[in-house]
């Protein structure tokens, strides 16, 4: 069947092939144009836009307000051609004192509040460019940087901004684009340049030297960091870490003995209205019994008033368990990448960050002192031209007067180039005075100085160093000091955990918690010996037993990869059934418990799903303040959570439903907070029967019945990670379980 032309060209391509090609596409314009910020300028493109456009409307600090809806309108319609909300909501996120450390945008009217509440609408609100942003932009219009055309040709936009601000440290930036994100915290801009100014004069400093000036983020809202410095270290050496920040907090005292907590400042990113709910909805659920009530009687500034149960409560244990149950202590995912010189996306540490940014404050120097020897050049050129001709005021008349071509006899008679003859029949009659003579001479004697300089300061390399060091420093002292440089976030040492809180009111004794195999779950008082008879209902048997204290927190480790902390004292006591454990938490009816025991922090365990995949978790982790618990394992369709057994050991034994035994060391598996985990057997049918670790030198040892053998010559079954295995030693269990 012939093709109807008029429909087009139709080429026959691969689905497959089809999918990958634009996908691809799409995914470097996500991280190139849209999520992840430039490392010279510390902007992504919607942010260098919107401060272009305020420029070109020349919205500088000096000038008055303009409505948000025109430069929306100015970005929309030249440079970024996407809906106007997000162009507004990034408009908005710049002028906010409790989002940006150092403001770009000067916002007149409702531009929000740290309590969540949006913005005003676009037609309501004004704005212009702060003193920082100026700063971006310095040398904008002296060819410091490239332009590109815009979408539709029409207009250009700068690739990147001049940065004499070190933007991207000192506002930080956060965004997820396809396949990789960036979250890097704000900083103090003192600090960040003193930090730049020593890597200038010590280029091979290393991150510890620059710690010593930048003391760690420094975020708009204040609050508490609390990190040792290895910790520090460790994430701006590689450019990922994860920092813990709370807020910060005294006790005030009242009449007659008594005492509030008032929190003055909260955490980075967290809104004070979710904040006060969070607080509110645990107090409603009796999981905060050290505190009374909470108030907020914030203005400008924030004031939350905490009232303690009653006044012997430790306040220390108080801030405590609200820092482990709420957002007044949070984490700050640090990642740090983003686009480098030759935009091309890395994560990036302390140095390479510095070090990109001076060195693109080189390349601007360099091109603004060229740009300017031009200018320079043509105006000495023209000016050369007017003091060859004012000796000879009366034949330059002349020749304009009486011939028919002036501009060739004025270049024949006074070997002038094309440009002096032009400025010179360009001349107002009024520029023939003896004072303009006189003006014009010190003007090239001026140029001729700063010419000079100029070429100098482009043959010595160490000489423009200076010059950007004396340029730095002028933003040091500039937004280094005064209200808006002084640091705000308060660097503590890494702040111990308070065994807390809750438990504080219950009293100590020995207990034995029963999980019956259908969920119902009890505990008896005293521990009870492990053959003592229980009643269970019919048809229901035990699945675990537990001997703890009353104080105790267990972990329950379900099916479905999550793991729930069950406090002993909220549990039902033994008489009649108990409850069932899906009233406690959030578990489905198709998952299942795999364990409940007690999580020792300083202790790792083995984490495995039942398709063989498995990891390192802290036992830190096992805990959650959620009803729907915490996702530690990450499941594919079909799969389960099936065993956490303790790393004790430098081996690890896993055995197969294939009746396939693998040996290999513990160190191959990778220690993580939360995953999919790495495949710890390869299997062609079926899945992983059993896993445990041991150590090498004593044996890997099994039950048979109600004997115990134990192998010491392994070589056989010893091998690397995801092997497939052999068949084990004679007189293992059929059943295909160690059975410790």
């Known amino acids: 069947m012939p093709i109807d032309m008029s429909t087009g060209h139709i080429e026959d391509a691969p689905l497959a092939s089809a999918l990958s090609e634009r996908y691809l596409a799409y995914a470097l314009s996500t991280i190139m144009s849209r999520s992840l910020p430039d490392a010279r300028d510390g902007l992504k493109p919607v942010h260098r836009r919107l401060i272009y456009a305020m420029h070109q409307l020349k919205l500088d600090p000096r000038s008055g307000f303009k409505k948000c809806a025109r430069v929306v309108g100015d970005v929309m319609g030249k440079f970024h051609p996407h809906g106007d909300s997000s162009i507004y909501e990034a408009l908005v996120r710049l002028a906010q004192e409790f989002s940006s450390r150092f403001p770009l945008i000067e916002g007149q009217g409702n531009f929000g509040n740290i309590d969540g509440d949006n913005a005003a609408a676009m037609r309501y609100t004004e704005s212009r460019l702060t003193e920082v942003a100026e700063f971006l932009l310095r040398g904008i219009d002296e060819n410091a940087v490239d332009f590109r055309a815009t979408y539709d040709g029409e207009e250009s936009e700068p690739v990147v901004l001049p940065g004499a601000f070190p933007n991207l440290l000192a506002n930080g930036a956060s965004g997820i684009a396809v396949g990789m994100a960036t979250s890097i915290p ?56 994860s920092l813990r920040t709370r807020a910060r907090w005294v006790r005030e005292e009242q009449k007659h003995g008594t005492w509030v907590i008032v929190v003055t400042e909260i955490p980075y990113q967290v809104q004070k209205s979710r904040l006060i709910e969070q607080v509110a909805l645990l107090l409603q659920d009796k999981k905060l019994p050290l505190l009374a009530d909470i108030r907020d009687e914030s203005d400008e500034k924030i004031r939350l008033v905490l009232e303690p149960r009653s006044r012997s409560v430790d306040p220390e244990m108080l801030m405590a368990s609200l820092f482990k149950s709420t957002t007044l202590e949070s984490r700050f995912s640090l990642n740090m990448n983003v686009l480098d010189g030759a935009r091309i996306p890395r994560v990036m540490g302390l140095r390479e960050l510095l070090k990109a940014w001076i060195d693109h404050r080189h390349e601007v120097l360099i091109r603004r002192s060229n740009h300017r020897l031009d200018a320079i050049a043509k105006r000495l050129e023209i000016l050369e031209g007017y003091l060859a001709v004012f000796l000879n005021l009366d034949e330059v008349i002349r020749i304009i007067r009486t011939e028919d071509e002036p501009k060739a006899k004025l270049i024949k008679a006074f070997k002038l180039t094309e440009v002096q003859a032009e400025a010179i029949l360009n001349m107002r009659l009024r520029s023939l005075r003896k004072l303009e003579e006189i003006e014009i001479r010190q003007e090239h004697k001026k140029l001729t100085t700063e010419q000079k300089g100029l070429q100098a300061l482009l043959k010595d390399e160490g000489k423009r160093w200076e010059k950007i060091i004396a340029e730095i420093g002028e933003v040091q002292t500039k937004f280094g000091a005064g209200p808006l440089g002084m640091r705000r976030t308060q ?20 207990v034995t918690v029963v999980l019956s195999q259908k969920g119902w779950i009890r505990a008896f008082k005293g521990h009870l010996a492990a053959d003592a008879e229980q009643k269970f209902k019919e048809g229901d048997r035990l699945h675990i037993m537990r001997r703890c204290e009353s104080t105790d927190r267990l972990a329950l480790l379900a099916t479905n990869g999550r793991v729930y902390t069950l406090k002993v004292s909220d549990l039902p006591r033994g008489r009649g059934d108990g409850q069932a454990i899906r009233l406690l938490i959030d578990l489905a009816n198709e998952d299942g418990v795999v364990d409940l025991f007690l999580p020792d922090p300083a202790q790792k365990y083995l984490i495995a799903a039942s398709a063989g995949r498995g990891f390192l978790l802290p036992g830190s982790e096992l805990n959650s303040e959620r009803k729907a618990g915490k996702q530690i394992l990450n499941l594919k369709p079909g799969e389960e959570l099936s065993h956490c057994v303790p790393a004790n050991g430098d081996q690890v034994a896993v055995i197969g ?84």
Request: contains cysteine.
């Open 186 to 241: 704000p900083h103090n801009a003192g600090e960040v340049c003193a930090a730049a100014i020593h890597l200038i004069q010590n280029p091979k400093a290393s991150t510890a030297d620059l710690l010593k000036f930048v003391c760690g983020p420094d975020f708009p809202t204040g609050g508490e960091l609390v990190e040792d410095h290895a910790t520090l270290l460790a994430a701006y050496e590689t450019g990922r870490g």
């Open 491 to 510: 660097i503590s040492a890494a702040a111990p955990m308070l065994e807390i809180v809750a438990e504080a009111f219950v009293e100590r004794e020995p």
């Open 657 to 740: 439903q294939n009746r396939k035994l693998l040996i290999f060391p513990l160190n191959e598996l990778p220690e993580m907070s939360k995953g999919a985990g790495v495949a710890l057997q390869k299997y062609k049918d079926g899945g992983m029967a059993d896993v445990k670790v041991f150590a090498l030198a004593a044996g890997l040892t099994w039950k048979l019945g109600a004997n115990t053998r134990t192998e010491t010559k392994l070589t056989e079954w010893r091998g690397a990670r995801a092997q497939a295995g052999r068949l084990p030693p004679n007189g293992f269990p059929k059943s295909g379980k160690f059975g410790d």
